[in-house]
């Protein structure tokens, strides 16, 4: 049966990537909330058989006309406060009003949910998010993939490929799930429309692996030796944190997470969906180098 998808965020990174894959999908009937129906960021998705509503996650109007008619809301979002916890409760209100049976928050992290409350403010707000959703009683589906593979690919702030540095701070032992921003797309809409994935968490990755085995891969890649540079343990960055200011703060607390493996994930189901093959850091790197 075909089923009523509304995306928010098709003019953003990952956003757009979702709608793709769901503009092609014969189970899928797609509709967008877009602040900008003009936006050259929708690319081929003015030309597909896509519906468009423009609206803000503000403006409650435009929520209900959005939600109206609809299964799946999928929110790939990104912001303050503002967006990730009022905006998208707003939507989830929305959707509860209007009859929409699921919702799949903006999470796409590790596991926003074992965050120290205070501590990392990106994941605190979905979590805060995701807690007001529930409440509503819609069903909701967390998606966890980890890292992005793209942050740790060419032009990566972690690794530099020109000088053969790979930066982190710990040891770099931990091993961090990470999945390419593809990969992240085309399972998110295969779980937007399985009916039988039930409410809760939905982790899964492409490759997990440690700074030290990441700086191996790249070196195997790339043919040239890699030099491992830590920044310093988890005492050092604690104190980086405490005197950093707001934006940096949120960077180091990725960093922390990366580096304790606080917010790992769990109850991974890499297997579910067997023809869906999620690629490994070497595969992506390859494919990005190559
Ligand atoms: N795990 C990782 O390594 C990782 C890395 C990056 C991102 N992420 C996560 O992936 C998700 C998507 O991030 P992204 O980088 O793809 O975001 P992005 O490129 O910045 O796009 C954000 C989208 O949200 C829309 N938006 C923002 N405020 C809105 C509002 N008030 N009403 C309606 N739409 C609004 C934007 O629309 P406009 O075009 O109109 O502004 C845009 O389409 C986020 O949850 C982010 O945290 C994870």
Known sequence: MTQTVLLVGATGMLGGRIASHLANDDGARLRLLVRDTTSKKLGKLRDQNVEFVEGDLSDRGSLDRATT???VIISAVQGGPDVIVEGQVALAEAGKRNGVRRILPSDFGLDVFKATPG?????????????????????SIHILQGAFL???????P?????????TFWGDGKMPIEATSVEDTARVTARVALDRTV?????????DRLSFNEAADVAEKVVGKSFERR?????????AAMAV???????MLAYS???????????????????????????????????
Do not use: C, W
């Not at 972690?158 to 790979?166: E, L, N, P, R």
């Not at 039930?198 to 492409?206: D, I, L």
């Not at 950093?244 to 949120?250: C, E, H, L, P």
């Open 69 to 71: 008619g609809v299964d």
């Open 119 to 139: 501590e990392h403010t990106a994941f605190n707000m979905r979590a805060q998010a995701d807690g007001r959703i529930a409440a509503l009683g819609l069903e």
């Open 230 to 238: 830590s920044l310093g343990m988890e005492t050092d960055l604690r």
């Open 244 to 250: 950093a200011d707001f934006g940096t703060r949120i």
């Open 256 to 290: 922390l997470y990366m580096s304790n493996g606080q917010t790992s994930l769990d109850d991974v189901q890499n297997d579910r969906y067997p023809d869906l093959r999620l690629q490994s850091f070497e595969a992506f790197l390859t494919t990005q180098l190559g």
């Open 158 to 166: 972690m690794i530099d490929y020109d000088k053969g540095i790979a």
């Open 150 to 156: 793209d942050l740790f690919g060419p032009g990566s």
């Open 198 to 206: 039930p409410a809760g968490k939905f982790a899964f990755y492409g």
